[in-house]
């Protein structure tokens, strides 16, 4: 397991990432996250990356140790701010109520972990994790990434909302007239990062630029 180092200075945040299309958000979100100061533990299924390998030409390895120095390596990121976990590493501090950060985003968020999360499963450390978050009255965020929505769907997305989850689906607005995916890809962090109290200059804030 990695070693954990936090001292009252350095802000924590659980960051899980699905098997669901949209790995460049997630791996945007981490780059902005580390540069902010913060210490991401960085959650990752066998699942999302494949789709890491597909959408970003990011092939990562299978052990939490082989992803973190890949990680380190891509976003050139002090090795101290990064730790990753492993699917069972039921010992990590997210597995814990007395430990785990009190914010978490799972970006991009599949149908299905949306609903292993709704349902509490906890069969793997991303859905504990959230678990964690949810009964301990942290934050959470999940960019669900699906389309069209099915009623399962909807329903899954209300009962969280109800609990107090944020859901931001994977939408990006125009009116900052885009010129890049980069620039889609940053309107959603963006977003993301002011919903956790997270200063950021990706995109300008509505109105402001007109004036």
Request: aromatic share 6%.
């Given at each position: 397991?990695?070693?954990?180092?936090?001292?009252?200075?350095?802000?924590?945040?659980?960051?899980?990432?699905?098997?669901?299309?949209?790995?460049?958000?997630?791996?945007r979100?981490?780059?902005?996250?580390?540069?902010?100061?913060?210490?991401?533990?960085?959650?990752?299924?066998?699942?999302?990356?494949?789709?890491?390998?597909?959408?970003?030409?990011?092939?990562?390895?299978?052990?939490?140790?082989?992803?973190?120095k890949?990680?380190?390596?891509?976003?050139?990121?002090?090795?101290?701010?990064?730790?990753?976990?492993?699917?069972?590493?039921?010992?990590?501090?997210?597995a814990?109520?007395?430990?785990?950060?009190?914010?978490?985003?799972?970006?991009?968020?599949?149908?299905?972990?949306?609903?292993?999360?709704?349902?509490?499963?906890?069969?793997?450390?991303?859905?504990?994790?959230?678990?964690?978050?949810?009964?301990?009255r942290?934050?959470?965020?999940?960019?669900?990434?699906?389309?069209?929505?099915?009623?399962?769907?909807?329903?899954?997305?209300?009962?969280?909302?109800?609990?107090?989850?944020?859901?931001?689906?994977?939408?990006?607005g125009f009116?900052?007239?885009?010129k890049?995916?980069?620039?889609?890809?940053?309107?959603?962090?963006?977003?993301?990062?002011?919903?956790?109290?997270?200063?950021?200059?990706?995109?300008?804030?509505?109105?402001?630029?007109?004036?």
């Amino acid at each position: 397991m990695n070693d954990v180092k936090i001292d009252d200075q350095n802000k924590s945040i659980t960051l899980a990432m699905t098997g669901a299309s949209g790995a460049p958000y997630g791996l945007r979100l981490l780059e902005c996250l580390l540069a902010s100061g913060y210490q991401v533990f960085v959650l990752i299924s066998s699942a999302a990356r494949v789709v890491m390998a597909t959408e970003h030409n990011l092939k990562l390895p299978a052990s939490p140790e082989g992803i973190k120095k890949a990680l380190v390596e891509y976003l050139n990121c002090p090795p101290e701010r990064l730790v990753v976990c492993g699917k069972e590493e039921w010992f990590s501090p997210v597995a814990s109520g007395s430990a785990a950060p009190k914010q978490m985003v799972v970006c991009p968020c599949s149908a299905g972990s949306l609903a292993s999360i709704a349902h509490g499963m906890s069969d793997n450390l991303i859905e504990r994790a959230a678990d964690v978050v949810l009964k301990e009255r942290g934050q959470l965020i999940l960019m669900v990434r699906e389309t069209p929505f099915s009623t399962l769907h909807l329903e899954n997305m209300h009962k969280l909302s109800s609990m107090g989850v944020t859901i931001m689906p994977a939408a990006p607005g125009f009116y900052h007239n885009p010129k890049s995916i980069d620039d889609l890809v940053d309107f959603m962090v963006a977003r993301v990062l002011d919903h956790l109290g997270i200063k950021q200059g990706l995109v300008p804030r509505w109105g402001y630029d007109q004036r």
